[in-house]
């Protein structure tokens, strides 16, 4: 009997242990969010580059956090909330956890997805059971990563099988927001790359009234992250983490962390015992173009037909004033789909642009199509992500940045998402939708005349450079401007824009 016994307890615990569903069933309502203590998250400020702004904004929590009396004797009331708003991968979860390793309080880290729950109530029971726990620690620091999840717009009351759990547990944070006393000193953090489809309700007075902004970072904060992050790998002399900082831009801090280990698998996958700069350079494509595609072979005649295409884009871009320098030009195809391309470098940072520089731009975006005209006199599908992007630009020239004769300075387009770029919505009438139309097809048209012409005074140029390519199939900029500059060439004539 007494064996059985034990048989029976230990597949009885067995079932329990191994089971999610059943301890998951067990531990209905309890809240998972876990207490951190600050030596366990490890990350201080410092562990953050760039991104000054906000580490400002929550040091200030920190400091009240440290030291609330100071507040309080003069009466000012810290806000309840702050939320990190920011594209994908420029380091919110990392700045929530930095402030946990700043501020020597519990902190309580819980994702907005981890209230979904199957169960209508459950996700509310679970926000309950959160700021209580919180408000017994208190002072302490909650933190809802993702809180789009849970905290979108409520729908119009009828919608048939609209999400009642969302919002019956979004009700209950709202609820616990307001119910709880600030000055006790329990700070809630949030993030999200979605801020617009945020509901109203959280954004009001006392609740997440604190907006803090996480942008991607510019090109020193770029070199301060490639510094953080390179400090964990072993560099050779030979690193140049500015010039790698300058290649990035638009990258953000995850993309950024993911090259530095990329080129630090390069370096050994090669054998080597450090990482140079040329394993850097190449992680910077793997990023931005994903990896080079060895395998993918392309007849004769088409590498050829890609190689004018490039040089076609780097011609005129190098042909004209005010365009970025020229500092790679490839046919090797990668996994992104590019059967080559040419990589464009700003010597800085830019923040405005100007018209000549705009068209500019298309004009060297029509390049590489106008290069398979004037030589091969047919044109191919290898241009489409050029038209689009050519197409996008002058559209924004003419919709968003008033820079038409026939519109000026109206408002035609709202973007609805900046972060993801989703959906611009027209603001206009349908005779003006169809103006706009006509007045891209020509911007778009004349830059793409100019670009022929441009290649077709220069063709001696494009035939030797495309050929070197051909034979090269990669080359650097420099090399570029050797071939370019041996010998004179028709230069684009010189017309400051502020004339
Ligand atoms: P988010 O939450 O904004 O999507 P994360 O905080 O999860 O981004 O960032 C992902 C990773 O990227 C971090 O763990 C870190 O390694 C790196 N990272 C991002 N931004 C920075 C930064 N400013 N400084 C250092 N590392 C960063
Ligand atoms: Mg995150
Ligand atoms: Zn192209």
């Known amino acids: 009997m007494f064996f059985f016994v034990l048989i029976g307890q230990f597949f009885f615990k067995r079932m329990f242990k191994g089971g999610a569903g059943l301890t998951n069933a067990m531990s209905f309502g309890t809240s998972n969010a876990k207490v951190y ?25 920190v400091d009240f956090l440290h030291d609330p009396s100071k507040y309080q004797d003069i009466g000012a009331q810290m ?10 991968g420029t380091g919110k979860t990392l700045l929530a956890k930095a402030v946990a390793g700043e501020a020597n309080v519990p902190f309580f880290s819980i994702a907005g997805s981890e209230f979904v729950e199957m169960f209508v109530g459950m996700g509310a029971s679970k926000v309950r059971d ?62 999200t790359n979605r801020p617009e489809i945020l509901d109203p309700a959280l954004l009001r007075p006392g609740r997440f009234d604190r907006r803090v902004p996480v942008e991607l970072p ?8 490639l510094r953080v992050h390179a400090k964990k790998i072993r560099l050779s002399d030979d690193v140049d983490l500015a010039a790698i900082a300058r290649a990035s831009a638009g990258c953000s801090g995850a993309e950024l962390a993911n090259l530095i280990n990329e080129a630090a698998l390069r370096a050994v996958r090669q054998g080597r015992r450090t990482v140079n700069q040329s394993d850097l350079e190449e992680s910077i494509e793997v990023v931005i173009a994903g990896y080079q595609k060895k395998n993918k072979i392309l007849s004769d005649d088409e590498r050829k ?6 040089v076609g884009h780097a011609l005129v871009a190098a042909l004209q004033s005010h365009s970025a320098p020229v500092t790679k030009i490839t046919i090797v195809p990668r996994t992104s789909g590019a059967l080559g391309y040419t990589m464009q470098v700003e010597e800085n940072d830019h923040y405005l642009m ?22 091969f006199n047919t044109i191919t599908t290898g241009a489409s992500n050029d038209i689009e992007k050519a197409t996008k630009l002058a559209r924004a020239m003419i919709t968003q940045y008033g820079m038409s004769e026939e519109f000026g300075m109206v408002a035609l387009q709202t973007d609805s998402n900046k972060y993801l770029g989703g959906d611009a919505s027209l603001a206009c009438s349908e005779q003006t939708s169809a103006d706009i139309d006509r007045l891209v097809v020509e911007m778009v048209q004349k830059q793409h005349d100019k670009a022929l012409q441009l290649l077709r005074d220069n063709e001696a140029k494009l035939h030797e450079l495309a050929s070197y390519l051909y034979e090269k199939e990669t080359i650097t900029g420099e090399e570029f401007m050797t071939i370019l500059r041996s010998s004179p060439l028709e230069l684009e004539e010189i017309t400051p824009d502020w004339e």
């Open 354 to 375: 100007n018209r000549t520089e705009l068209e500019n731009k298309i004009a060297t975006l029509t390049g590489g199509r106008a290069a398979e005209e004037l030589i």
């Open 79 to 88: 806000p309840k909330g702050a939320l990190l708003v920011g594209p994908p």
């Open 218 to 225: 510019d090109m020193a904060g770029r070199e301060a992250i």
């Open 130 to 191: 959160l700021f209580k726990q919180a408000n017994e620690k208190a002072p302490c620091i909650v933190f809802i990563d993702e809180i789009d999840t849970i905290g979108k717009k409520r729908e119009g009351s009828g919608a048939i099988g609209g999400n009642d759990e969302r919002e019956q547990t979004l009700n209950q944070l709202l609820t616990e927001m307001d119910g709880f006393d600030g000055s006790k000193g329990v700070v809630i953090l949030a993030a």
């Open 305 to 310: 037909i890609v190689a004018y295409h490039e």
């Open 37 to 61: 203590v600050p030596s366990e998250t490890g990350i201080k400020f410092a562990d953050v580059a760039g991104e000054e702004e906000a580490k400002e904004a929550l040091q200030e929590i």
